[in-house]
């Protein structure tokens, strides 16, 4: 199950994700699902998340252990579908706006990044 998210994407990150995607699934058999993941470093910096992917081999063995725990892995936003298997975390993007910085996302709040 996809479960919508509040969250923006600040022009033409979405057009970068979509691109990105398109160039793994064209180099790659496996179809694969774009990804938010927070790193965990030492020294926070504002740009701890990203974006990558999951190909299905990735996703399939996770499914039946959200769905036992009641929480998603699936998000759509952005007429686009998301992994985000840190449940964890998600609270952190919600109502956000997600800007590329130069070692990684910038989670904003909406005014800041308007």
Do not use: C
Request: cysteine-free; hydrophobic content about 40%.
């Amino acid at each position: 199950m996809v479960e919508p998210i509040d969250i923006t994407l600040a022009p033409g990150l979405r057009e970068l994700m979509v691109t990105f995607l398109r160039d793994v699934n064209s180099s790659d058999s496996a179809v694969h699902t774009l990804t938010l993941m927070r790193n965990q470093p030492s020294v926070p910096t504002g740009q701890e998340w990203y974006f990558g992917t999951y190909t299905s081999e990735d996703i399939d063995p996770l499914v039946p252990e959200f769905e036992a725990r009641g929480t998603p892995l699936l998000y759509s936003f952005a007429d686009l579908v998301f992994v985000i298997p840190q449940f964890n975390l998600v609270h952190e993007l919600r109502g956000k706006l997600l800007e590329l910085g130069q070692h990684g996302l910038l989670v904003l709040d909406r005014a800041s990044g308007a």
